[in-house]
């Protein structure tokens, strides 16, 4: 395939463009109030000062460039950006330290005090902000990379459904290659060749991003001569493993024997770091449960008033390694609910029974429901230590009694008050989107997962979307 003239996508260059004057702006503002904090008055001994104060900006922007964080791989996905931006300040802050040291100064400890570490919380909090007006404008169909995705039929129409869902990753399919090429359409993409027209079909659709998916006839030589005729156009080249919900600190690659391995480290479902989590959930739940009583005791008695019944719902429930327990909830619904539940039908084909307009839940607990208020009380599980703060969603013995061997083990960690699931669509999603979910979860646990999800859980309450 000829050479064809390579040029960034404008989205992406005005990004960048955007990210560079905002850490621009963040190094001056941090060094100006370095300076005026620490010089009330002007003085004869400020030269120095004014001269570093005027250089932040500069050499901050260098180090981040340098340090790769500009990268349009990088763009509005993951947690890299934001790792590079605090390796920056790491290392800015050690060497001015030791520039003052060396030279027997105290030129640096103003800004080894605020300069680099407060322009590196600005860069940050201006970081995040870019990206999440970045998935605003992803959500609505704009700054999307072009996709060639190269696999059997299934597995690219898992990778087009995915993408869809999840529009957040910036990715759209526009085109599929086969091994045998031709064919109907998979997941309204049209195939437009085989695996040995890739290259061809990344010019035809004005790609910039191929996704090779698992594939037997992609092996490694294939996969080689591949990326050897992408680098002319400057594509993307980007392989999904067969383990599709495994990611993040588990896998690293290891060179063995002159080939890239995969190494695929097992969950940590016990030992310390779950002993932390469960200490973080437990002192987390009895914190809230104090500063939340004045809510929790008007809810209780709007519940009250709202009609006949208790103010808390009571249900068996199951929690981790099968073991049964009894949930809390403020209650939603009339007195006589699993009566009438014979007689409605659900709206989901799967193992969950949820209906998105259900008579039987009253106007109260339908305003509870849309904001998850009903679930507070499920902080005293937590403190019980029947569930933990995030986690797979608590299941009833009942929906237990209808799992397959893969689906049992969402059981392997505590049910939670929030989740993937809550974060994704809630009961939006289909039974099989949820599991996938809660296993992505368990299979990828961290502390750092758990305090992202609980992040973006206030925004998913507030919104009320897929709540019923």
């Not at 040995?196 to 991003?209: I, K, N, R, Y």
């Not at 607990?365 to 507070?376: I, K, P, T, V, Y």
Request: hydrophobic residues 45%; contains cysteine.
């Amino acid at each position: 395939m000829p050479a064809a003239r390579w040029r960034e996508p404008l989205w992406v260059r005005g990004h960048r463009a955007r990210a560079v004057v905002a850490d621009f702006g963040c190094a001056s503002l941090s060094g100006a109030l370095a300076f005026f904090v620490r010089f009330g008055e002007v003085t004869p001994y400020v030269v120095p000062y004014v001269v570093l104060s005027a250089a932040l900006p500069v050499v901050w922007v260098c180090a981040i460039a340098l340090n790769r964080a500009y990268e349009a791989r990088l763009i509005g996905l993951g947690p890299e950006e934001f790792q590079r931006v605090l390796q920056c300040g790491f290392m800015i802050t050690a060497a001015l330290a030791v520039g003052a040291y060396v030279t027997k100064t105290d030129v640096a400890r103003g800004y080894v005090v605020l300069a680099v570490p407060l322009a590196t919380a600005l860069t940050l909090l201006v970081r995040y902000r870019l990206r999440r007006s970045l998935h605003r404008r992803r959500a609505r169909g704009g700054c999307m990379r072009r996709v060639v995705a190269v696999g059997h039929r299934a597995a690219a129409a898992e990778l087009v459904d995915r993408l869809r869902r999840e529009r957040y990753h910036g990715m759209e399919v526009v085109g599929v290659c086969v091994p045998r090429g031709g064919g109907p359409e998979v997941a309204g993409v049209p195939v437009l060749g085989g695996l040995s027209d890739v290259p061809l079909v990344v010019g035809q659709a004005e790609a910039d991003t191929v996704a090779v998916l698992a594939c037997p006839e992609m092996d490694g030589t294939a996969l080689r001569r591949l990326a050897w005729r992408l680098e002319k156009t400057h594509t993307d080249l980007v392989v999904a493993p067969a383990l599709m919900e495994v990611a993040g600190p588990r896998t690293t690659i290891r060179p063995v024997a002159g080939l890239p391995l995969l190494h695929v480290d097992h969950p940590e479902l016990a030992g310390l770091r779950q002993v932390v989590k469960m200490l973080f959930d437990r002192v987390g739940a009895g914190a809230l449960l104090v500063l939340l009583s004045p809510l929790l005791l008007a809810l209780a008695l709007a519940v009250r008033v709202s009609g006949p019944g208790p103010v808390l719902f009571r249900q068996t429930r199951v929690g981790r390694d099968g073991a049964e327990f009894m949930i809390y909830k403020f209650r939603t619904m009339v007195t006589d609910a699993e009566q009438r539940k014979i007689t409605l039908m659900s709206d989901d084909g799967g193992v969950l029974f949820k209906i998105r307009n259900d008579p039987r839940v009253t106007p109260v607990g339908a305003w509870l429901r849309r904001h998850s208020m009903d679930e507070l009380p499920q902080l005293i599980n937590v403190v019980l230590g029947h569930m933990s703060l995030v986690g797979p969603r608590p299941p009833l013995p009942e929906e237990v009694a209808r799992y397959g061997d893969d689906v049992r083990r969402r059981l392997l960690v505590r049910p939670g008050m929030t989740g993937l699931w809550q974060v994704s669509g809630r009961s939006d999603l289909s039974w099989e989107e949820s599991v996938r979910l809660d296993l992505r979860y368990v299979e990828n646990w961290s502390l750092m997962l758990d305090l992202q999800i609980l992040w973006k859980t206030w925004s998913a309450v507030a919104r009320g979307a897929g709540a019923y």
